[in-house]
C-alpha cells in the first residue's frame, strides 16, 4: 500500500481542477446571457408601454377634433398645441424646437415619460374614395374635406426608447 501512494503524481487533483475551471465558466457564461436576455426584454416591454402612450396620445388629439366638429379647422392656431397650415420653407413642426406639446390625459402614472401631441390643420383634401375629384371641371360638394396631421410622441431620454407616431385625421 506504500508503494502505491508514492506513485500517485496528483493527476486526479489536476483533472478535477481543470472539470471545475470549466463548470464554472459555463455557468458564468449562462448567467451573462440570462442576464442580457432579461435586459433586452425590459427593453421591450418599456418600448411597448411607450408605444401604447404614444396611440393613446393619438387618441386624445382625436377625441379633440371631434369635439370641435362640424370644423375644427375654424379653430385651429388658437389653441395650444392646434396649428395651422405648415409654412414652406419652415422645419417640420415636430422637428422644431419653438413648437408647443400639449399633454392629453395620463395613461400610465408609473412611466416617468408621457407622451404629448400636436395637430396640424393641412387644408381641403379629396376623399380617398376619389382622389382625382378636385382635378374635374365640377368639383363635387363632398369632394373636399378639412384634413389634420396629428403628430404624438414620446421622447427619448437616455437608455429609453422614444416613440413618434403620425396620423392623418379627416372629416
Do not use: K
Not at 11 to 29: D, E, Q, R
Not at 56 to 65: I, K, Q
Not at 135 to 153: G, K, Q
Amino acid at each position: 500500500m506504500r508503494h502505491y501512494m508514492q506513485q500517485q503524481s496528483g493527476i486526479a487533483l489536476v483533472i478535477t481542477l481543470l472539470l471545475l475551471v470549466a463548470i464554472t465558466v459555463l455557468t458564468l457564461s449562462s448567467m451573462q446571457r440570462s442576464t442580457l436576455q432579461e435586459r433586452m426584454t425590459a427593453n421591450l416591454y418599456e418600448h411597448q408601454l411607450f408605444v401604447q402612450q404614444t396611440e393613446s396620445a393619438l387618441r386624445a388629439a382625436e377625441d379633440l377634433l371631434v369635439s370641435l366638429l362640424p370644423n375644427p379647422a375654424v379653430v385651429a392656431g388658437t389653441l395650444p398645441g392646434f396649428y395651422s397650415l405648415p409654412v414652406a420653407g419652415r422645419p417640420d413642426r415636430w422637428d422644431d424646437p419653438d413648437t408647443v406639446w400639449r399633454a392629453p390625459p395620463a395613461v400610465n402614472q408609473m412611466l416617468d415619460l408621457q407622451a404629448e401631441y400636436i395637430i396640424e390643420y393641412v387644408g381641403e383634401w379629396p376623399t380617398p374614395a376619389a382622389p382625382d375629384c378636385d382635378s374635374a371641371t365640377t368639383i363635387e360638394a363632398d369632394c373636399l374635406a378639412p384634413t389634420f396631421r396629428i403628430t404624438a410622441r414620446t421622447q427619448p431620454a437616455a437608455n429609453r426608447p422614444g416613440v413618434t407616431m403620425q396620423t392623418i385625421w379627416r372629416l
